[in-house]
């Protein structure tokens, strides 16, 4: 079992920065493909971020290619995703996912959320 829990969410002007971190419980954490999905209001989630297991992979949606980057340290258990000139429409609820071989769009794990709101 893998349990996940957010944090660095919160409000930030467009064109600013946040920095999200996931820490992972569980033993076979660096062994997992990991991931960040995003839900806005009206809408369904969405994946915005991969990586494996080693961190060596990753791998983004195109409308924060450039502008996020998604990292890991196994040592500490946890995911990060920095995300940098941001736009209103990156305001959502930001979900950690962990994944068992593959990270697919549905994965095994996820955390509680966290909520990024961008001003314009």
């Known amino acids: 079992q893998v349990q996940l829990v957010e944090s660095g969410g919160g409000l930030a002007q467009a064109g600013g920065s946040l920095r999200l971190s996931c820490a992972a419980s569980g033993r076979t954490f660096s062994s997992y493909p990991m991931g960040w999905f995003r839900q806005a209001p009206g809408k369904e989630r969405e994946f915005v971020a991969g990586?494996?297991?080693?961190?060596?992979?990753?791998w983004y949606s195109d409308s924060v290619k450039g502008r996020f980057t998604i990292s890991r340290d196994n040592a500490k258990n946890t995911i990060y995703l920095q995300m940098s000139s941001l736009k209103p429409e990156d305001t959502a609820v930001y979900y950690c996912?962990?994944?068992?071989?593959?990270?697919?769009?549905?994965?095994?794990?996820w955390g509680q959320g966290t909520q990024v709101t961008v001003s314009s």
């Open positions: 990586i494996n297991w080693s961190g060596g992979r990753t």
């Open positions: 996912a962990a994944d068992k071989v593959v990270l697919t769009t549905n994965p095994a794990y």
